[in-house]
């Protein structure tokens, strides 16, 4: 369920600060976005992508994977910034991480596991505007996973191959959905790595 509030007072944001329920706010060219703690089946796929893709890419020396950090628009007028589950720095852009997130430029990719009734959709504009090459977003239920490259201003679609894989240029993985609801991911450069989750 969606909801608007008009006003938030200053002491309702610091008591949502002082408990730590503030974590996953989001800034929306100034109007406040609060979203729920993500769900346990939510956390697990997070979890499960780290301990892959992060170690992946560190050691394939492709870049660093960040959890759910701020992605600024330093452009707007009012404060903007978006968290994504993941955002992904290629190896040799890491000037753009900052203290408090990402500035000066946009990840070279994210990843958004997305909930029924979130809002991952509806923040690809956004990721366009600051060039972000590739939206990844895996359906937290289904495990079905969607690329979404970046093609002048938007974003188009990525067609999966004859073998049914996703391919992420900028992460050098494919994904794709089992036909038991599970997700793979696998290292293009070695098949042989992969996880199924």
Partial sequence: ??????????EELAKR????????DEMWEGVLHIAPAPAYEHQRIVSAIDRFLGTL????????????????????????YRIPDFSFVANGRQHILARDGIRGGGPDAVIEIRSPDDETYEKLPFFARLGVREVIVIDRDTKRPEIYRLAGPQYVA???????????DVLKVRFA?????????????DPSTRIEI
């Fill in 57 to 80: 890419c560190q050691q394939r020396g492709r870049g660093v994977l960040a959890i759910g950090i701020n992605v600024f628009n330093e452009a707007s007028n009012e404060p903007d």
């Fill in 177 to 189: 959905r089992t036909d038991s609801d599970h997700m793979l991911i696998e290292d293009i450069d």
């Fill in 1 to 10: 369920m969606k909801a608007v509030v008009l006003s938030v007072t200053d």
């Fill in 158 to 168: 990525v067609q999966a191959d004859a073998n049914r894989w996703l391919h992420s």
């Fill in 17 to 24: 600060r002082l408990t730590g329920i503030d974590r996953f």
